[in-house]
């Protein structure tokens, strides 16, 4: 089964730090490109990065640009998002997504979607 | 940057009716690009449509996709009870990969 499962959520203070992890299972991860998305309570989906299949092409949101870093170990199945200088404003589920391949300046639809995990910025 | 804008924010409609839901973009988006999501509460995301027409795998067939340049449409042809949630359309072309604010689809 082509699973993604988020973890590493949590609760901290503005200004801190987190390391977001997604595991992949039941596909060729390092054959695809990952993405996160986030979503803050009652609202609607925000991109924040993607990654191609090699780490080479990397893209950021502006709103998170310099702040959140995008990563993978294609030997551990695995995709990260360190999120560093945390505000209120980034309180959100955060959602791993698969897409197949970025092709700049365009990348692929997002297929495949982990079940999320939450940070809340709160001092 | 392209800036998605879903019409209506809101859609009350009956089980059985069709269903037709609106994505324009900032600017002239191509159609390989443009895809819609359903989302129910508690639940992730799920992909319906890829490029602009295509129905993502395992996605029944009254859920159909068209629509070029700056204006999409998702069309639900005869609603089932399960079609009712938030619906999101994305651009993929060019970074940020931007969505749209959804339309919630409502039993009336």
């Known amino acids: 089964e082509v699973q993604l499962v988020e973890s590493g959520g949590g609760l901290v203070k503005p200004g801190e730090s987190l390391r977001l992890s997604c595991a992949a299972s039941?596909?060729?991860?390092?054959?695809?490109?990952m993405n996160w998305v986030r979503q803050a309570p009652g609202k609607g989906l925000e991109w924040v990065s993607s990654i191609s299949s090699t780490s080479y092409y990397i893209y950021y949101a502006d709103s998170v640009k310099g702040r959140f870093t995008i990563s993978r170990d294609n030997a551990k199945n695995s995709l990260f998002l360190q999120v560093s200088s945390l505000r209120a404003e980034d309180t959100a589920v955060y959602y791993c997504?698969?897409?197949?391949?970025?092709?700049?300046?365009?990348?692929?639809?997002?297929?495949?979607w982990g079940q999320g995990t939450m940070v809340t910025v709160s001092s | 940057e392209v800036v998605l804008t879903q019409s209506p924010g809101t859609l009350s409609l009956s089980p059985g009716e069709r269903a037709a839901l609106s994505c324009r973009a900032s600017?002239?988006?191509?159609?390989?690009?443009l895809a819609w999501y359903q989302q129910k509460p508690g639940q992730a995301p799920r992909l319906l449509i890829h490029g602009a027409s295509i129905r993502a795998t395992g996605i029944p067939d009254r859920f159909s996709g068209s629509g070029s340049g700056t204006d999409f449409i998702l069309t639900i042809s005869r609603l089932e009870p399960e079609d009712f949630a938030v619906y999101y359309c994305q651009q993929y072309g060019s970074s940020p990969f931007s969505f749209g604010q959804g339309t919630k689809l409502e039993i009336k």
């Open positions: 997504a698969r897409a197949e391949k970025i092709v700049p300046p365009a990348t692929d639809a997002f297929d495949i």
């Open positions: 039941g596909f060729t991860f390092s054959s695809y490109s």
């Open positions: 600017e002239g988006v191509s159609s390989v690009y």
